[in-house]
Structure formats: structure tokens, C-alpha cells
């Protein structure tokens, strides 16, 4: 994991702990949480792995297009984290 994504990392971990879900319920959701989180990173890996050059070719279509298209990729996401920290920001003031 990158430094750029242990805050997002931090954060999603701080909200399960706040969730109150017991021992057995935090730890199932932590494991679950750092599956989730990892696997921008393991499937790609794995159907490379799986796929040989034609995951290769299809791989390098993907990154060619998140380049083309990164500014836009990193609006909605910052777009998507924005409208929910100002959900928890509203819901914690209103409730």
C-alpha cells in the first residue's frame, strides 16, 4: 500500500472501530475491509498471472485510458469523498 492511500486506509479503519460491532464483529469487518482494499492491487496481478499476453495487451489498454482520462478519475473520487465526509459532517450536527 502507498503512502497516497494509507489516509483513505486510516480513515476507513477508524470508522469500523467507531461502529461498536465487538471483537468478533471488528475483526471479521477489518479482515474484510483489507481484502477490499488490497484487491485494486491483487486482481490486476492475478489476471496477469491467469491471462498471459492478453491480459498483458487488455492491462495496458486500462492504463493507457486512466492516463488519458486521470483528471476526471480523481474528480469523481475526491467528488465521492467530499459528499461523504460531508454526510457524517451533517448527520453527526443534525442527529
Given amino acids: 500500500m502507498s503512502n497516497l492511500n494509507m489516509p483513505v486506509f486510516v480513515s476507513g479503519i477508524c470508522d469500523i472501530l467507531q461502529a461498536n ?16 482494499a488490497s484487491s485494486s492491487l491483487a486482481v490486476p496481478v ?21 492516463l488519458q482520462n486521470n ?6 473520487l475526491f467528488l465521492i469523498f467530499g459528499l461523504k465526509i460531508v454526510g ?6 443534525l442527529g
Fill in 21 to 36: 460491532l465487538g471483537t468478533a464483529g471488528t475483526l471479521i469487518v477489518m479482515v474484510l475491509f483489507s481484502l477490499v
Fill in 46 to 66: 492475478a489476471f496477469y498471472i491467469i491471462g498471459g499476453e492478453k491480459a498483458k495487451a487488455q492491462l495496458n489498454s486500462a492504463k493507457a485510458w486512466m
Fill in 71 to 76: 483528471s476526471a478519475i480523481l474528480a469523481v
Fill in 88 to 93: 457524517s459532517n451533517l448527520a453527526a450536527l
